[in-house]
């Protein structure tokens, strides 16, 4: 073990968890596109020496910098729970090209029914299989379940889209640009909690600041859905309400009407350069590690606690998802 302190832990967070700044830096480190580009022999690779550093068995020679850097690869690809590889478009290191070129076109094309019906459409499909991806692993759900999820989230979508977009017909401009906002976050609030309706029917499972199991909690499952959808409009908000008003603004100019071919595509960048800071911002909004007061929970789970451990457990702790 050259190189590295007897104290070295792999899984001990590089930045400290329980400030924004902390996650904010974590969520950058994992959110950094370029590792979707990376093939699967290399992440494979990556998850070989993380095992190993969990084992205690390091490579001679092995630096600090190359189990972070491992870590790094292994968190924005293996699915925290289960360990296994991630659907790369399920992976929060490809929501912000995913994203961009989506929210882009979604912004571009609101005006006929059509392209708003298939552009949310596609959004929702994307964010089916991200929220998918990214569920709480240890709360199965069966593929009925996802497509009744994903049925009603795009609806849900649609229905929000279409039905604003005839209504918007003799409102301001403006207000029919943010229409594709409107129909993104209505969906959000649908989508997430029906892709991961497990947590919420039967509980998930809580721990004790050491990550002994004390029981399932529904109304844990409740407060971590509640956060991730807060954090995924958060996510979506800056682009989806400023860019409009920009566009608004450039289109009037010369130049811009001349080259109205390029509109897309120039809306896609200006997407992609807000997701890079709010991909990673939203994230952080809060704790991966969410807690929950013992007194809070439900009646039967906090009186089994307290009967076993007596006052000792303040707080139970649990995974949100993202």
Not at 99 to 104: D, K, L, N, V
Not at 126 to 148: C, D, E, H, M, W
Not at 173 to 184: E, S
Not at 205 to 215: A, F, I, P
Request: hydrophobic letters at 45%; charged letters at 15%.
């Amino acid at each position: 073990r050259a190189g590295l302190s007897d104290s070295f832990d792999i899984d001990a967070p590089r930045w400290d968890q329980s400030t924004f700044m902390g996650r904010m830096k974590h969520f950058f480190n994992i959110t950094d596109c370029r590792t979707a580009l990376l093939p699967d022999a290399r992440l494979d690779e990556a998850k070989a020496l993380v095992e190993s550093c969990r084992a205690g068995s390091v490579p001679p020679g092995t630096t600090e910098e190359q189990l972070f850097y491992a870590k790094k690869l292994y968190d924005s690809a293996f699915h925290p729970d289960t360990g296994d590889r991630m659907n790369i478009f399920g992976r929060m290191s490809f929501q912000v090209p995913g994203g961009m070129a989506i929210t882009g076109f979604m912004l571009q094309f609101y005006r006929t029914v059509p392209a708003v019906v298939f552009w949310q459409w596609v959004n929702q499909s994307f964010n089916a299989l991200v929220n998918y991806t990214n569920r709480n692993a240890a709360s199965p759900i069966t593929p009925k379940q996802i497509g009744v999820a994903y049925a009603t989230a795009t609806s849900t979508a649609l229905a929000t889209a279409v039905g604003l977009n005839l209504y918007t017909k003799k409102a301001p401009p403006l207000v029919a640009r943010w229409v594709p906002f409107a129909a993104v976050a209505a969906a959000n609030c649908v989508n997430i909690p029906m892709m991961r309706q497990q947590e919420i029917l039967n509980g998930i499972t809580v721990t004790d600041e050491n990550g002994n199991q004390l029981g399932q909690s529904k109304k844990a499952a409740v407060k971590g859905i509640t956060q991730v959808v807060v954090s995924r409009v958060t996510m979506a908000a800056p682009g989806m309400i400023i860019i409009p008003i920009i566009m608004q603004r450039m289109e009037k100019l010369k130049f811009m009407q001349r080259i109205t071919f390029l509109h897309g595509p120039i809306q896609v960048m200006m997407v992609g350069a807000i997701l890079i800071f709010m991909v990673p911002a939203a994230c952080s909004l809060f704790p991966q590690q969410c807690s929950l007061a013992v007194s809070k929970l439900e009646p039967e789970l906090r009186d089994s606690i307290v009967s076993k451990y007596g006052d000792d457990i303040k707080y139970v702790y649990f995974n949100k998802g993202l």
